[in-house]
């Protein structure tokens, strides 16, 4: 082996950034890729600060057998080697490359984390970067889906690097043959309903056959493509300046004015963002017209189990882990004792009752301190026709007016709970004091408790009212 070995230098290269001495994960399947992947870095790097990480991914029945030829191939190494087995199995209709990769990422991540790593290693090369160019194009991907894999990115807060894309699938088989390196054949790389795998059978050869330079291409591409996603994620961001809201929420007048492409490069990037998966061309489409062409005051859009609902100018993504959604009930009745406490939870209504010491006039519900000691505590849905005083000397108003002039969701006013005390109504939350009949209070000159209602959570939809008021 000498100094100008490609895929020595390919990693030494990857790695002249990162501090001399720090730990790296390498992610090893007992294949030629990662194989070679860890010898190289065997070579230039300590081994004492080297994890050989495995994934048993309990989908075949050779998987005990890889994990024991990885562990074997750490230990001659002189490298530390962790195994982590995956428990779980892919849902029904679930694709199972996805399932994988998912899962083998997310084991990476606890890896790094486990050890302090620096870095994540992968072996991912030219051939699958052009293959993830077809696999894109086979789907109909938009630029983040085209541009494929990056050299230097991060997931999950931890940095991922791919020394090997420059370099093919071949000259990796090659390096594995020159220095009698033992490696295995995944069966899963040979099965033809997995769409890499026939990509891989089948059209690589035949595209590289009339195209002999069409690896180093693809990956040009693919390069350029991310460029380009880059500039669009750019563009994306001026034009959300002014259209980001508290609580992730979008205002959609900002984007009005903006020409089709535009809105949607916006809301695509901002689904991104919130965490929701990306939609094709023609539900982005859909949605768009709901936002932007609909003469309704209020839409809901479902995508992938994401639920994203305007109300008047206002857009919220809610994820399938959201339990705050339109289409789900809003919670029952609750009943608590205060006994002194600074905070109580709700936890069914995901809020929580700050009480104490009376703050400036207006900024809570005041009640009589003997009455708050011995009675209990209630939280219901309000009714619509209930009066409701915004400020102490405002004029009462129904509190289906004040849902109309403050512009909070239908689907969200429901959990806009009444405040009860001993039976007797203290007030909306973030609406305002319930307006009394004469002779009836529920506050006591000098001797009131101040109780607040807050969200739990900091990304509430309901945290512009509640705390607009409170």
Same mark, same amino acid.
């Given at each position: 082996?000498?100094?100008?070995?490609?895929?020595?230098?390919?990693?030494?290269?990857?790695?002249?950034?990162?501090?001399?001495?720090?730990?790296?994960?390498?992610?090893?399947?007992?294949?030629?890729?990662?194989?070679?992947?860890?010898?190289?870095?065997?070579?230039?790097?300590?081994?004492?600060?080297?994890?050989?990480?495995? #994934?048993?991914?309990? =989908?075949?029945?050779? @998987?005990? $057998? /890889?994990?024991?030829?990885? !562990?074997?191939? &750490?230990?001659?190494?002189?490298?530390?080697?962790?195994?982590?087995?995956?428990?779980?199995?892919?849902?029904?209709?679930?694709?199972?490359?996805?399932?994988?990769?998912?899962?083998?990422?997310?084991?990476?991540?606890?890896?790094?984390?486990?050890?302090?790593?620096?870095?994540?290693?992968?072996?991912?090369?030219?051939?699958?970067?052009?293959?993830?160019?077809?696999?894109?194009?086979?789907?109909?991907?938009?630029?983040?889906?085209?541009?494929?894999?990056?050299?230097?990115?991060?997931?999950?807060?931890?940095?991922?690097?791919?020394?090997?894309?420059?370099?093919?699938?071949?000259?990796?088989?090659?390096?594995?043959?020159?220095?009698?390196?033992?490696?295995?054949?995944?069966?899963?790389?040979?099965?033809?309903?997995?769409?890499?795998?026939?990509?891989?059978?089948? #059209?690589?050869?035949? =595209?590289?056959?009339? @195209?002999? $330079? /069409?690896?180093?291409?693809? !990956?040009?591409? &693919?390069?350029?493509?991310?460029?380009?996603?880059?500039?669009?994620?750019?563009?994306?961001?001026?034009?959300?300046?002014?259209?980001?809201?508290?609580?992730?929420?979008?205002?959609?007048?900002?984007?009005?004015?903006?020409?089709?492409?535009?809105?949607?490069?916006?809301?695509?990037?901002?689904?991104?963002?919130?965490?929701?998966?990306?939609?094709?061309?023609?539900?982005?489409?859909?949605?768009?017209?709901?936002?932007?062409?609909?003469?309704?005051?209020?839409?809901?859009?479902?995508?992938?189990?994401?639920?994203?609902?305007?109300?008047?100018?206002?857009?919220?993504?809610?994820?399938?882990?959201?339990?705050?959604?339109?289409?789900?009930?809003?919670?029952?009745?609750?009943?608590?004792?205060?006994?002194?406490?600074?905070?109580?939870?709700?936890?069914?209504?995901?809020?929580?009752?700050?009480?104490?010491?009376?703050?400036? $006039?207006?900024?809570?519900?005041?009640?009589?301190? &003997?009455?708050?000691?011995?009675?209990?505590?209630?939280?219901?849905?309000?009714?619509?026709?209930?009066?409701?005083?915004?400020?102490?000397?405002?004029?009462?108003?129904?509190?289906?007016?004040?849902?109309?002039?403050?512009?909070?969701?239908?689907?969200?006013?429901?959990?806009?709970?009444?405040?009860?005390?001993?039976?007797?109504?203290?007030?909306?939350?973030?609406?305002?004091?319930?307006?009394?009949?004469?002779?009836?209070?529920?506050?006591?000159?000098?001797?009131?408790?101040?109780?607040?209602?807050?969200?739990?959570?900091?990304?509430?939809?309901?945290?512009?009212?509640?705390?607009?008021?409170?």
């Amino acid at each position: 082996m000498t100094p100008q070995d490609p895929v020595v230098q390919a990693v030494r290269d990857a790695l002249a950034a990162l501090p001399s001495g720090a730990t790296l994960v390498v992610a090893t399947s007992g294949g030629a890729d990662s194989t070679a992947l860890l010898h190289a870095c065997a070579q230039v790097w300590p081994h004492e600060q080297l994890v050989a990480c495995h #994934v048993h991914h309990g =989908l075949q029945p050779a @998987a005990d $057998a /890889f994990a024991e030829h990885c !562990a074997a191939a &750490a230990r001659q190494l002189g490298v530390r080697n962790d195994l982590r087995r995956l428990t779980g199995r892919p849902a029904r209709g679930e694709s199972v490359e996805a399932w994988a990769r998912d899962h083998r990422y997310r084991s990476l991540v606890a890896c790094a984390n486990q050890f302090g790593a620096a870095a994540v290693l992968t072996a991912h090369h030219a051939d699958d970067q052009a293959e993830t160019l077809l696999i894109g194009l086979a789907r109909g991907s938009g630029p983040d889906g085209l541009s494929g894999m990056q050299p230097d990115t991060h997931r999950e807060g931890v940095r991922l690097i791919r020394p090997l894309l420059p370099l093919s699938r071949a000259s990796l088989a090659d390096y594995c043959a020159r220095h009698a390196l033992g490696v295995i054949q995944d069966p899963m790389n040979d099965d033809p309903t997995l769409l890499r795998s026939a990509l891989r059978a089948r #059209v690589m050869p035949a =595209l590289v056959e009339v @195209a002999p $330079a /069409f690896v180093a291409n693809a !990956a040009r591409s &693919a390069s350029l493509i991310a460029e380009a996603a880059e500039l669009a994620d750019e563009l994306a961001q001026i034009d959300l300046v002014s259209a980001r809201h508290a609580g992730g929420r979008l205002m959609a007048s900002a984007l009005a004015g903006l020409p089709r492409a535009r809105q949607a490069n916006a809301v695509r990037h901002w689904l991104r963002r919130c965490g929701a998966p990306v939609p094709s061309q023609a539900r982005l489409s859909a949605l768009l017209d709901q936002v932007f062409a609909s003469q309704s005051p209020h839409a809901l859009w479902l995508h992938a189990g994401w639920c994203v609902v305007r109300y008047r100018d206002r857009l919220q993504a809610l994820s399938p882990e959201a339990w705050l959604r339109p289409d789900r009930p809003s919670p029952d009745r609750w009943s608590g004792q205060w006994a002194g406490q600074s905070m109580l939870d709700v936890q069914q209504w995901g809020l929580q009752l700050s009480i104490g010491s009376v703050p400036a $006039a207006g900024s809570a519900f005041l009640v009589d301190r &003997a009455l708050l000691e011995q009675a209990p505590i209630e939280l219901r849905a309000a009714s619509a026709r209930l009066r409701v005083r915004p400020a102490p000397r405002a004029r009462s108003r129904e509190v289906r007016k004040r849902w109309q002039e403050l512009g909070v969701p239908p689907w969200l006013r429901s959990w806009l709970p009444e405040l009860l005390v001993g039976g007797m109504s203290v007030g909306v939350a973030g609406l305002g004091e319930v307006d009394l009949p004469v002779g009836q209070s529920v506050g006591k000159a000098g001797s009131n408790v101040a109780i607040s209602v807050r969200v739990a959570a900091v990304e509430d939809p309901r945290s512009d009212w509640l705390l607009s008021y409170n």
